[in-house]
């Protein structure tokens, strides 16, 4: 089954805890995404990336770090985590054809909480 | 640069009535728009998109868009609402094109609620 895997489904940690996200897909896309949701604002995008060992910042890049040294895995890192990253946060990839068709696939999201 | 504005944060309709979600982009490049749906507690599921073809769009459960350059629109419809409709819906608009890298700007999102 075609399938964006995120862990774990729900987080709480304190101020500082460094943490990570694992994000895994299945379907050999090259673009991977991280995007937090927060009521109101809708989905805004973390970091993205094209391919392996490439990256840029979305629209929120502030507090998060991002790698991908494999095509499979995005994971996404809070050095030092703050209240203020308290949200839902979802991982999707996606592909793009020739004629820049694009689709993104979503995991099931990761409820982080930080006290 | 794009973006995404969906007029009413909260929609309710009746079972049975017509459902109107309304969703109006801007982007400085010839778009793809999609619709998601999001269900309490579980992740975004594609409902349809838009992608330079057909200006009428049918999805799954039922939905349809259109997209109207003109009117830099595409709103979602629904002949007639079903208690299972109930969830939070989502506009979103990518990059045609090959530098899109699977960016997609969102709206703020709608939730539909459905009364008996």
């Known amino acids: 089954e075609a399938q964006v895997t995120q862990n774990p489904r729900y987080l709480i940690t304190v101020t500082g805890k460094k943490l990570t996200v694992t994000c895994s897909q299945n379907?050999?896309?090259?673009?991977m995404s991280w995007y937090r949701q927060d009521p109101g604002l809708g989905l805004r995008q973390i970091y993205y990336?094209?391919?392996?060992?490439?990256?840029d910042k979305g629209d929120v890049p502030e507090g998060y770090k991002v790698s991908r040294k494999e095509k499979r895995n995005f994971p996404l890192i809070l050095e030092s985590p703050s209240p203020n990253q308290t949200s839902l946060y979802f991982c999707?990839?996606?592909?793009?054809?020739?004629?820049?068709?694009?689709?993104?696939?979503f995991g099931q999201g990761t409820r982080l909480t930080v006290v | 640069a794009q973006s995404v504005t969906q007029l009413g944060s909260h929609v309710s309709v009746s079972e049975g009535a017509l459902v109107l979600l309304r969703c109006n982009y801007s982007?400085?490049?010839?778009?793809?728009l999609f619709w998601y749906v999001q269900y309490p507690n579980q992740g975004l599921q594609l409902l349809l998109k838009?992608?330079?073809?057909?200006?009428l769009v049918k999805g799954i459960n039922g939905f349809e868009a259109e997209f109207k350059k003109s009117e830099t629109s595409f709103h979602l419809t629904k002949p007639s609402a079903h208690m299972s409709d109930a969830a939070e819906y989502f506009c979103?608009?990518?990059?045609?094109?090959?530098?899109?890298?699977?960016?997609?700007?969102f709206g703020q999102g709608t939730i539909l609620t459905v009364h008996p």
């Open positions: 838009y992608t330079s073809a057909a200006t």
């Open positions: 982007s400085s490049v010839p778009p793809y």
């Open positions: 379907m050999n896309h090259e673009y």
């Open positions: 999707a990839s996606s592909f793009n054809d020739a004629g820049g068709n694009t689709e993104a696939f």
């Open positions: 979103a608009v990518g990059r045609a094109g090959g530098t899109s890298y699977g960016k997609l700007t």
């Open positions: 990336s094209m391919n392996v060992e490439v990256t």
